[in-house]
Nanobody, 117 residues
Framework: QVQLVESGGGSVQVGGSLRLSCTAT????????MGWWRQSAPGKQREFVA???????SNYAASVRGRFTISRDNGNTLSLQMNSLKSEDTAVYYC???????????WGQGTQVTVSS
């Protein structure tokens, strides 16, 4: 079983900053890739934000590149530093992680980020 617990969401004005964190625990082996996704409204497709691969490299969606920074500590804590926030960044942000053999994806409960003008 893999459990992901997110924190750090909230409300901020346009141009502001927030930092999200996600701590993963696993009973089925090492946590592999970890990342962040977001869903702007119920019924809309969840979209990729950023991820850290198991080797340490990171990928970003074009819409957040240069404003968001993803990082992972030596353990299983993932962070997302979000700067220069825009109203279109408003969404529920979900932590995602892969673990197990074969690897399966797991999701956190989500944390709301609201950016207002």
């Amino acid at each position: 079983q893999v459990q992901l617990v997110e924190s750090g969401g909230g409300s901020v004005q346009v141009g502001g900053s927030l930092r999200l964190s996600c701590t993963a625990t696993s009973t089925i082996g090492d946590i592999l890739n970890m990342g962040w996704w977001r869903q702007s409204a119920p019924g809309k497709q969840r979209e990729f934000v950023a991820m850290v691969l198991n080797g340490g490299s990171s990928n970003y969606a074009a819409s957040v590149r240069g404003r968001f920074t993803i990082s992972r500590d030596n353990g299983n804590t993932l962070s997302l530093q979000m700067n220069s926030l825009k109203s279109e960044d408003t969404a529920v942000y979900y932590c995602n992680a892969y673990a197990g053999n074969p690897p399966l994806g797991y999701w956190g409960q989500g944390t709301q980020v609201t950016v207002s003008s």
